[in-house]
């Protein structure tokens, strides 16, 4: 069974700091997704990323997927109070969406 | 509104009753999820669904839940009598073709969920 391990728990932060999550498995994935949900509402995809060493941007968010493609990492810049939330990774396992335990993100102005 | 949408958002029930939640996925999907989160937690995998057929139900408990999807009408998740370790959110996802591995172009859509209470 290949599970999705993320760290840290819980982060909070000041407007204004970087941080960074981490997304690790010890399998190998063939494509990894983030998810923000925010309180009372379902987990809504930000990005996905399907091949080894790949680097997307969206907006203050940077998302990273590992060489070996076992790991991945969201790394905010200059976080605001609008970025808080429960940030999620997810990856395939046998047909379905397997998930991570979630990063809680606040962020106080 | 062309989401997954999910009912009824809220739903309070007692020990031993019945709950019964529904699903309509977006406009031309045929592949419908189901998840539960417990507060602080991620997403827990239940069973995937094509119409009439349950694919996966691994993620299932054995005892009390069913789920079905039927050629006309929404999905449901069915609790039997349920209990207070119950209580959770179950979310209901969909996607449009028979490959769920995510990858440019395939995604999987949530719903906004339904919160189920049990006193």
């Known amino acids: 069974t290949q599970l999705l391990e993320q760290s840290p728990q819980f982060l909070s932060i000041q407007e204004g700091e970087n941080l960074t999550v981490y997304c690790n498995s010890s399998?190998?994935?063939?494509?990894l997704q983030w998810y923000r949900q925010e309180p009372g509402e379902g987990p809504v995809l930000l990005v996905t990323?399907?091949?080894?060493?790949e680097v997307k941007k969206l907006k203050r968010l940077t998302f990273q997927f590992g060489d070996a493609r076992k790991d991945s990492s969201l790394h905010i810049t200059a976080a605001q109070p609008g970025d808080t939330g429960l940030y999620l990774c997810?990856?395939?396992?046998?047909?379905?969406?397997?998930f991570g335990q979630g990063t809680e993100l606040s962020v106080k102005p | 509104n062309a989401g997954v949408m999910q009912n009824p958002r809220h739903l309070v029930r007692r020990r031993g009753q019945e709950a019964r939640l529904r699903c309509s996925p977006m406009?031309?999907?045929?592949?419908v999820y189901w998840y539960r989160q417990l507060p602080e937690e991620g997403l827990k995998f239940m069973v995937y669904?094509?119409?009439?057929?349950?694919?996966?139900e691994s993620g299932m408990p054995k005892e009390r839940f069913s789920a079905e999807f039927p050629k006309e009408g929404p999905s449901i998740l069915r609790i039997q009598q349920v209990v207070r370790g119950d209580s959770a959110a179950y979310f209901c996802?969909?996607?449009?073709?028979?490959?769920?591995?995510?990858?440019?172009?395939?995604?999987?859509?949530f719903g906004e969920g339904s919160w189920l209470t049990v006193v």
């Open positions: 399998s190998v994935f063939s494509s």
């Open positions: 990323v399907v091949t080894g060493g």
């Open positions: 406009k031309g999907h045929s592949h």
């Open positions: 996802a969909s996607s449009p073709i028979s490959d769920s591995r995510p990858r440019a172009g395939n995604t999987i859509y």
């Open positions: 669904l094509q119409k009439e057929n349950i694919i996966d």
């Open positions: 997810a990856g395939p396992q046998g047909g379905k969406l397997i």
